[in-house]
């Protein structure tokens, strides 16, 4: 059924679908729209047999999603930045475990300073969690990936987050086409724990190994994550079979096959993208896009078929690893060895600030031109914004915090002594 709907509410509805039998929450934006539209519809009936729980902390959170998955429930939950943070002890117990979680992460800036708004800082931070991530471009493509994160993560008994942009698309409306649940019974089987706590069977989950296990325990849950470079393909394949569009899988490709230049980035960013590329198609220019859809585990082969035979490739990156530069982009520099393609990090669109097409034109144009070097380029950077802070350092042994005195610089709050 083709409706308009906010992304929030089209990724409730979806996640309701699913059957969950759990769903525990806590509110953080821009989160909150996603499991209030699930607590109406446990409340009002429409969602059963689930128990909605509230919690106190996004660490109660997912505690409450791992004792659920292990008692034999479906259990969902979704958070955003600080939110995810907060969780992280108990994200490396699920995937440790070895629990089909699915967890919808609504992307936001990290602070401090304090930002509400998006970018993929919080997911990026937790990616060796061992979670499968995968990143969507779209509402449409938030609805029908969450349908196919349950059956990966019950498949290959991972958990996996679906990252959504904050704001860009959780708060976007649009027109988007929702399943039946039909469709949706028909494509998900009933859940079947693999690991469940029973009075009748007792057994131990999460008991301490030492040195001559370890390893093992970890390259077992590297290797399950591998298996999903192959079961994510799999299931996209049969849900354009079962519902006749494609969305998902490892990558998506836009005029990148005979392309000189390629941008590769993860998102909705990837949407404006490719209206660029169209634009410097028509001009002449062999320009293309490849969107990261699965960021974990990495598709390492899948990349490097894809973006071997450019002569330059820019990774558009919307979180920063201070102190080195670009994340994404360290993974595609090391499916590229040896391959002789030129890497290219750009960071953009960091706290929610806009990426425009002509600010990528300009990129892409000196890129070609060969203008950009080894380091990083961030993209709108205000320099002289930047410049007058440093000049303050030098001034000013105390002259802290730069955010504040850059807001003041801007004329963002009240000026005052410095």
């Not at 929450?25 to 689930?50: M, N």
């Not at 699920?94 to 304090?114: C, E, W």
């Not at 961030?378 to 000049?391: A, C, G, I, M, T």
């Not at 000013?396 to 009240?414: F, I």
Request: include cysteine; glycine fraction near 8%; hydrophobic fraction near 45%.
């Amino acid at each position: 059924m083709l409706r308009q709907l906010e992304g929030s509410r089209a990724v409730a509805e979806t996640v309701a679908q699913c059957r969950p039998e759990v769903i525990c929450a806590y509110p953080i934006t821009p989160q909150t729209h996603i499991v209030e539209a699930l607590s109406a519809l446990v409340k009002d009936g429409r969602l059963a047999p689930c128990e909605f729980v509230n919690v106190e902390s996004e660490f109660a959170a997912m505690s409450v999603a791992i004792g659920a998955c292990a008692a034999g429930a479906r259990p969902y939950t979704a958070t955003a930045s600080q939110g995810l943070l907060y969780m992280t002890e108990a994200l490396y117990n699920a995937s440790g475990l070895g629990l089909p979680i699915v967890m919808t992460v609504a992307n936001r800036a990290i602070g401090a300073p304090i930002n509400i708004w998006n970018d993929q800082s919080d997911s990026m931070s937790q990616r060796d969690s061992g979670w499968i991530q995968l990143y969507v471009q779209s509402n449409q493509e938030a609805v029908d990936v969450h349908i196919q994160a349950f059956r990966l993560a019950e498949l290959v008994s991972v958990p996996v987050m679906v990252c959504v942009d904050g704001f860009t698309l959780t708060h976007a409306f649009e027109r988007v086409e929702l399943p039946t649940q039909a469709e949706v019974d028909g494509f998900l089987p009933a859940y079947e724990p693999r690991q469940l706590l029973d009075p009748d069977d007792p057994v131990t989950i999460g008991a301490m190994v030492g040195p001559e296990a370890f390893t093992e325990v970890r390259y077992l849950a590297h290797y399950k994550q591998m298996q999903a470079l192959d079961r994510i393909p799999e299931i996209a394949v049969a849900f354009e079979q079962q519902f006749g569009r494609a969305s998902g899988g490892l990558l998506h490709h836009y005029r990148s096959h005979d392309a000189d230049t390629i941008v590769v980035a993860c998102g909705s960013v990837v949407g404006t993208i490719e209206e660029l590329v169209d634009e410097l198609r028509a001009a002449g220019t062999r320009v293309g896009c490849v969107g990261i859809k699965t960021f974990r585990p990495w598709p390492a082969l899948e990349v490097r078929e894809a973006l071997g035979n450019a002569k330059r490739v820019i990774v558009l990156e919307r979180a920063l690893a201070i102190g080195l530069g670009g994340i994404v982009s360290q993974n595609v520099h090391a499916a590229l060895e040896g391959s002789g393609v030129r890497v290219h990090t750009a960071i953009a669109g960091l706290g929610g600030r806009p990426i425009t097409k002509a600010s990528l034109r300009h990129l892409v144009e000196d890129a070609i031109a060969g203008r950009l070097g080894a380091d990083a380029t961030f993209l709108d950077l205000n320099h002289e914004l930047v410049e007058r802070e440093l000049q303050r350092m030098l001034a000013h042994q105390r002259s802290g915090p730069h955010a504040e005195n850059m807001l003041r610089d801007l004329g963002r709050v009240a000026s005052g002594p410095v």
